[in-house]
T-cell receptor, first 115, second 115 residues
Framework: EPEVTQTPSHQVTQMGQEVILRCVPI?????FYWYRQILGQKVEFLVSFYNNEISEKSEIFDDQFSVERPDGSNFTLKIRSTKLEDSAMYFC?????????????FGSGTQLSVL | AQSVTQLGSHVSVSEGALVLLRCNYS??????LFWYVQYPNQGLQLLLK??????LVKGINGFEAEFKKSETSFHLTKPSAHMSDAAEYFCAVSAKGGATNKLIFGTGTLLAVQP
């Protein structure tokens, strides 16, 4: 079965450093998402991306965050200057053309620890 | 605005016992409702979904959920727990619509199954 792949599975960084979280969505999917889960809290929507642009973003997704689909296969989330409160599990998801939410496939997540 | 509340962050049942995981939702528009499961070191996997067809929805692995509008609930049940059901379960809601609609998740319920 096709799957969404996220790398790395764990990332440790120092506060103020830039991090890039990588995702390889399912190959024929056109809708891409990032969600995150701070330990003990809800899984929160960050951003959705379609047709090479952001289609929706949450209030969490401020100027420190950016997304990119640099080469047609990867979908990346960049945090420019990490804060302690960015420590969380980050999930990537993708969905095919014309699908509603039930067609979303999620990756296994990247655990980001900011020290 | 939409939200979900999952009662009980940890639920423990004996193998063979009934599993009941509670989810209540709030939505100003007709909702889509979902249950996702996350096994250790894996991504979020869709268990089942309600999209305004039958109110009793059957999913994978013997799970089912019933949409009760009067109670704004979408509780997840399974008649007989199996050891392999031990995982974290997330209830989620979205507005009816296309793939760019975001999912709003609950905080999750960690299910433990005792032998």
């Amino acid at each position: 079965e096709p799957e969404v792949t996220q790398t790395p599975s764990h990332q440790v960084t120092q506060m103020g450093q830039e991090v890039i979280l990588r995702c390889v969505p399912i190959s024929n999917h056109l809708y891409f998402y990032w969600y995150r889960q701070i330990l003990g809290q809800k899984v929160e929507f960050l951003v959705s991306f379609y047709n090479n642009e952001i289609s929706e973003k949450s209030e969490i997704f401020d100027d420190q965050f950016s997304v990119e689909r640099p080469d047609g296969s990867n979908f990346t989330l960049k945090i420019r200057s990490t804060k302690l409160e960015d420590s969380a599990m980050y999930f990537c998801a993708s969905g095919p053309q014309g699908a509603t939410n039930e067609k979303l496939f999620f990756g296994s997540g990247t655990q980001l620890s900011v020290l | 605005a939409q939200s979900v509340t999952q009662l009980g962050s940890h639920v423990s049942v004996s193998e063979g016992a009934l599993v009941l995981l509670r989810c209540n939702y709030s939505s100003s528009v007709p909702p889509y409702l979902f249950w996702y499961v996350q096994y250790p070191n894996q991504g979020l996997q869709l268990l089942l979904k309600y999209t305004s067809a039958a109110t009793l929805v059957k999913g994978i692995n013997g799970f089912e959920a019933e949409f009760k509008k009067s109670e704004t609930s979408f509780h997840l049940t399974k008649p007989s727990a199996h050891m392999s059901d031990a995982a974290e379960y997330f209830c989620a809601v979205s507005a009816k619509g296309g793939a760019t609609n975001k999912l709003i998740f609950g905080t999750g319920t960690l299910l433990a199954v005792q032998p």
